[in-house]
T-cell receptor
Framework: GQQLNQSPQSMFIQEGEDVSMNCTSS?????WLWYKQDPGEGPVLLIA?????ELTSNGRLTAQFGITRKDSFLNISASIPSDVGIYFC??????????FGAGTRLTVKP | EAQVTQNPRYLITVTGKKLTVTCSQN?????MSWYRQDPGLGLRQIYY???????DKGDVPEGYKVSRKEKRNFPLILESPSPNQTSLYFC???????????FGPGTRLTVL
């Protein structure tokens, strides 16, 4: 099936640093979403993007829907310890199927 | 409280013994979906339902069945579980913007 390539797989950063992660695919997606998963819990939606080129912010988080509709990135500014977790990109295909990236595991050192 | 609930949260079973994992949402959402999460693979969609009596295959439907007889419930059925179905399973639901999904707490299934 259509796959999302998410990178990096993991990041170890110092508190206060900015973070950037991205997802790419060979397929065109109608919607891009970014989720965060804390240990032992289900993913929680952070940002949803619906239009090519769209740039959306949610507090310290900013995400963009790529112009080609095949990629998206998520930036986190001024990271804090509670940003620790696994971040997933997700895309909705034209047939309504959802695809998820493999995740980026973020560790923030105080 | 708006939520998606799954039961059981943990299950250990043996190969071939039919099982059902229930999922229920109290948000009146039309869209519901099942995913499995495996290390290094992220979440993979098993089945989804756009509305009552409407279900569609996701990325990895083999070995699973679902039903959507009521809006609030979307059970996942494994008729003959096999060890390769050992995984962490998540149910999710979505409203008008159905791809903005709310996830349940997960069900960890082990098939011996």
């Amino acid at each position: 099936g259509q796959q999302l390539n998410q990178s990096p797989q993991s990041m170890f950063i110092q508190e206060g640093e900015d973070v950037s992660m991205n997802c790419t695919s060979s397929s065109i997606f109608n919607t891009w979403l970014w989720y965060k998963q804390d240990p032992g819990e289900g993913p929680v939606l952070l940002i949803a993007l619906y239009k090519a080129g769209e740039l959306t912010s949610n507090g310290r988080l900013t995400a963009q829907f790529g112009i080609t509709r095949k990629d998206s990135f998520l930036n986190i500014s001024a990271s804090i310890p509670s940003d620790v977790g696994i971040y997933f990109c997700a895309g909705q295909l034209r047939n309504n199927d959802m695809r998820f990236g493999a995740g980026t595991r973020l560790t923030v050192k105080p | 409280e708006a939520q998606v609930t799954q039961n059981p949260r943990y299950l250990i079973t043996v190969t071939g013994k039919k099982l059902t994992v229930t999922c229920s949402q109290n948000m009146n959402h039309e869209y519901m979906s099942w995913y499995r999460q495996d290390p290094g693979l992220g979440l993979r969609q098993i089945y989804y339902s756009m509305n009552v009596e409407v279900t569609d295959k996701g990325d990895v439907p083999e070995g699973y069945k679902v039903s959507r007889k009521e809006k609030r419930n979307f059970p996942l059925i494994l008729e003959s579980p096999s060890p390769n179905q050992t995984s962490l399973y998540f149910c999710a639901s979505g409203g008008v913007s159905y791809n903005e999904q709310f996830f349940g707490p997960g069900t960890r299934l082990t098939v011996l």
